[in-house]
């Protein structure tokens, strides 16, 4: 039996912790500190969200997006986590743009991974337990904004290959083959050729793409692309 949220305040620590990092960020201006709280962000509430599941819910198998389904007590705190990623990220995108004072084309493809990724939030995916009893349209509209998440990502990445040489475009090259690979194993999953991992899957998916964004504001592109 999941354990009762109101015996633990999940929400009250996260919310510490990312006043802390935000306000350090802010004084800064850095907009990379503040993209890489949105990555903390979303995985804190990923965690903190499996520790509510019920028994039929299963890490290995079911999706980061029935964290937040229909019908689902606890929907709130994944959907907080979505949506929390969703704005945090693109506040730090603006404040990238702000920074160098232009617009970079690869960055509007990932602002737009985390805007879509924020309305996949806001609209559920359908209930995980098998219920019938659920809103069709809702489900879709998480299914159009989640695809556009993924292929807006992938843009992202390509698009840092165009700007970026030597190691650094290798190291771009590779993660878009990783994701790529990834995101094929995840879709052969959906359609049930991969009968079992799907959960696993998508999270290793989500891990590979969050390293990629760290390792993208640490590397030397900063001098191609500025």
């Not at 232009?102 to 960055?107: A, C, R, S, T």
């Not at 390509?158 to 194993?185: C, H």
């Not at 993208?216 to 001098?223: A, E, F």
């Amino acid at each position: 039996m999941a354990p009762s949220v109101r015996a633990y305040h999940p929400i009250l620590g996260a919310k510490l912790i990312f006043l802390s990092l935000f306000r350090k960020a802010e004084m800064k201006q850095n907009s990379n500190h503040i993209i890489i709280i949105s990555i903390i962000w979303f995985v804190l509430f990923m965690v903190v969200a499996q520790l509510f599941t019920p028994a039929e819910y299963s890490l290995i198998n079911n999706t980061v997006s029935e964290l937040a389904a229909q019908g689902y007590e606890n929907k709130w705190i994944m959907q907080i986590g979505l949506i929390g990623f969703g704005v945090i990220f693109t506040l730090g995108s603006l404040l990238k743009f702000y920074e160098k004072r232009k617009i970079l084309w690869p960055d509007i493809f990932l602002m737009l991974y985390a805007v879509s990724i924020l309305l996949a939030g806001v609209f559920s995916t359908k209930p995980f337990d098998g219920s019938d009893v659920f809103s069709r349209i809702e489900d879709a509209w998480h299914s159009r904004f989640a695809s556009i998440a993924g292929f807006s990502f992938t843009l992202g990445i390509v698009g840092y290959i165009f700007q970026t040489s030597g190691k650094d475009r290798f190291y771009n090259f590779a993660f878009l083959l990783l994701v790529s690979g990834i995101s094929l194993a995840f879709g052969l999953s959906e359609n049930g050729i991969i009968g079992e991992g799907k959960g696993l899957i998508q999270r290793t998916l989500y891990l590979v793409g969050f390293v990629w964004l760290i390792g993208i504001n640490k590397l030397s592109i900063k001098k191609n692309v500025s």
